[in-house]
């Protein structure tokens, strides 16, 4: 899939079936086998939700999808973004790197997971979110992460 979180092991699409469908699998196409991006795109329209990296570029250090070995060779240009799209009031990172390239062109300490911060950059003023990885390698069940994510749609 040409878009955010394809791998199925990856409950990022199972947290958002589970939010706004009531339904883990909601989003994934079983004849396929993979998620849906007709249903993911209409959700996240039907929401006003949208996806972007905080890094424009990166370098893998191993063969593996693991952030440890991500170095960040060129960080999202927030406040260009902001710009771009002044109506942005939450920013939410799921992980620990993520949320530290925000947190670094905010001027602010990285937030612990769940708690949001008051933030601004550039006059754009915006609550940070960190939130659990969405990976099943981070210890915690989906419908704990989904109950977590679901203060930052409330």
Request: net charge neutral; glycine share 8%; hydrophobic share 40%.
């Amino acid at each position: 899939m040409p878009f955010y979180y394809p791998n199925k092991t990856n409950d990022f699409w199972r947290i958002m079936g589970l939010l706004f469908m009531g339904n883990r699998d909601a989003l994934w196409n079983n004849e396929q086998g993979k998620f849906d991006l007709d249903a993911i795109r209409s959700l996240l329209n039907q929401e006003g939700i949208a996806l972007w990296d905080t890094a424009m570029a990166v370098r893998r250090l191993k063969g593996n999808a693991s952030d440890k070995y991500l170095e960040i060779v060129e960080p999202i240009f927030l406040e260009g973004l902001l710009d771009q799209y002044p109506t942005i009031s939450q920013v939410i990172t799921t992980g620990e790197k993520a949320t530290s390239v925000i947190a670094h062109q905010a001027g602010i300490e990285v937030p612990n997971i769940g708690n949001p911060v008051d933030c601004c950059v550039g006059g754009h003023r915006f609550t940070l979110w960190r939130m659990p990885s969405s990976s099943r390698a981070y210890p915690l069940s989906l419908e704990k992460k989904a109950e977590m994510y679901k203060r930052v749609f409330a």
